[in-house]
């Protein structure tokens, strides 16, 4: 049986990959970005994170145990997530004198990813926002999800825009102390709910240069990134609210392309340059355009964060002509049966692509096949 002394809340949450690329920092403590950013959330049922917050007079220091592994929770990042959420708590404390005093207990977080860690799948992302969802729901803070994504932000950036389903935008903000950088909701799932993305994963080990590190060179050094900063993105972001709005796939294809052409260009633009695409992910993009090509239109759009693994957005009615192909060459991976159930048929590859295939043969591991999702869930299933 539970131990009455110890209070506890689950969370499942989600991935998000953006289509707008967060890449830069005007400052490292508060995670405060450079530029504004845009996600689809992905669906949970095939990526997510579990996290289970507990706490009770009986535990002796904050622990978090990820993937059955204890974590270093010393991090600046991590206690600010947790001081921020204290300090909710002792505001419902104070109001309400019936309530347990839960602020003044350690806290045991208990989180399991269903997916790689630290490979370029943004488990930072989930991670942080089921951290920050489960112990608000411990704390039943009254704090909306914008408010959630402002602490959530500080575990990391990408993390703010999974306290949202469906597509979500991060708004820079201006205000020094961080007030006004949060996440809201472009579009709900159920607005544009036949988006697929397929994710190649073409490695799923732990990458070099982490975005932390990788973003900070890149404002140190690059010109080019000013230039992305200041006046690529903020037209994207209204190009791109405006393609979601209207479910227009082959403007929200073309934008995505090129922001992640961009941002790897920012990357190359480095000093050192630093670099996440490599053949397998070039071969990604030559396979994408070769598909767009044949169709006379853009319906597929493939991403990169920073690391090596496509993602490959595209909409339900193409399946067909996107997945089907991609099955075509990689049809031995694992991860075809994932789209609940639905079975992808190979369709013929387009000529002329066959170098470009059997690169992608080589090194591509695995498959993930999803779709758009919606946002965090509140669980009874408890790993304290
Ligand atoms: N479930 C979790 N709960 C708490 N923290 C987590 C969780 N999952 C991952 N993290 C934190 O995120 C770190 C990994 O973040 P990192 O940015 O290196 O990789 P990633 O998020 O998988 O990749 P990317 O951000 O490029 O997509 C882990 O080392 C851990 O500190
Ligand atoms: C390329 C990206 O995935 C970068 C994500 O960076 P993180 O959110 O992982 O960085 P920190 O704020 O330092 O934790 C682009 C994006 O998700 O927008």
């Not at 001081?83 to 208990?110: F, N, Q, T, W, Y």
């Not at 909409?315 to 997945?323: H, L, P, S, T």
């Not at 159930?341 to 369709?347: D, E, F, K, S």
């Amino acid at each position: 049986m539970a131990d009455p002394n110890v209070h506890r809340s689950s969370t499942f949450a989600p991935v998000n990959i953006a289509v707008i690329k967060y890449w830069g920092k005007r400052d490292t403590a508060l995670n405060l970005p450079t530029n504004s950013s845009l996600s689809v959330t992905l669906s949970q049922d095939d990526l997510r994170t579990h996290t289970t917050a507990s706490c009770s007079p009986k535990f002796t220091k904050d622990e978090l145990v990820l993937n059955d592994e204890d974590q270093d929770i010393s991090g600046a990042r991590t206690q600010a997530c947790l001081r921020e959420l204290r300090g909710l708590r002792k505001e419902v404390e104070a109001k309400d004198g019936s309530v347990p005093k839960l602020s003044g207990m350690a806290l045991k977080i208990v989180s399991e990813n269903n997916f790689p860690t630290a490979a370029g799948l943004a488990s930072s992302a989930a991670g942080f926002a089921a951290l920050v969802r489960a112990i608000a729901d411990l704390y039943t803070l009254p704090s909306s999800p914008a408010e959630l994504s402002r602490i959530a932000r500080q575990g990391s950036g990408s993390a703010c825009r999974s306290l949202f389903g469906g597509y979500v935008a991060w708004k820079m903000g201006t205000e020094k102390d961080g007030s006004d950088s949060a996440a809201y909701e472009v579009a709900p799932a159920s607005h544009w709910p036949d988006m697929r993305a397929l994710i190649l994963v073409a490695s799923a080990e732990k990458k070099d240069v982490s975005s932390t590190v990788g973003m900070q060179a890149t404002v140190k050094t690059s010109e080019l990134f000013n230039h992305r900063a200041e006046h690529i993105v903020p037209a994207r972001m209204t190009a791109m609210e405006e393609c979601i709005k209207d479910r227009d796939f082959a403007t929200f294809a073309d934008l995505t392309m090129k922001d992640s052409n961009n941002f790897h260009a920012t990357c190359l633009d480095t000093s050192p340059p630093v670099f996440y695409m490599n053949d397998t992910s070039r071969a990604a993009v030559r396979v994408c355009e070769a598909i767009n090509t044949r169709a006379g239109k853009a319906i597929c759009a493939y991403t990169f964060d920073a690391g090596p693994n496509a993602v490959v957005y595209y909409i339900a009615e193409n399946e067909g002509q996107v997945a089907g192909i991609l099955k075509s060459i990689l049809g031995g991976k694992m991860g075809w049966n994932s789209l609940q159930g639905r079975a992808v048929q190979a369709a013929e590859m387009p000529k002329g692509m066959e170098i470009a295939a059997e690169m992608l043969e080589r090194g591509v591991s695995r498959i993930i096949l999803t779709a758009v999702g919606d946002g965090p869930r509140r669980s009874e299933e408890h790993l304290v």
